[in-house]
């Protein structure tokens, strides 16, 4: 189709820097202190945390 574009996918997981881009903070500290308060939910792959958009999207939203 011609003229059309794909809609946009949301992510299933981010980094934690991109979680703290997206929360607008300036350093991740205050996320990694999200996620250890267990108000963002994020898991740990490796050395990594896999941070869920969708709790993202939950604290923003309140």
């Keep these: 189709m011609r003229g059309t574009t794909a ?6 997981s981010v980094s934690v820097p991109e979680a703290t881009r997206l929360l607008g903070f300036r350093d991740s500290k205050s996320t990694l202190k999200l996620i250890h308060q267990g108000k963002i939910k994020a ?6 945390f896999l941070v869920s958009y969708a709790s993202l999207k939950r604290y923003v939203e309140g």
Excluded: A, D, Q, S
């Design 7 to 12: 809609p946009e996918l949301e992510p299933i």
């Design 43 to 48: 898991r740990k792959t490796g050395r990594i």
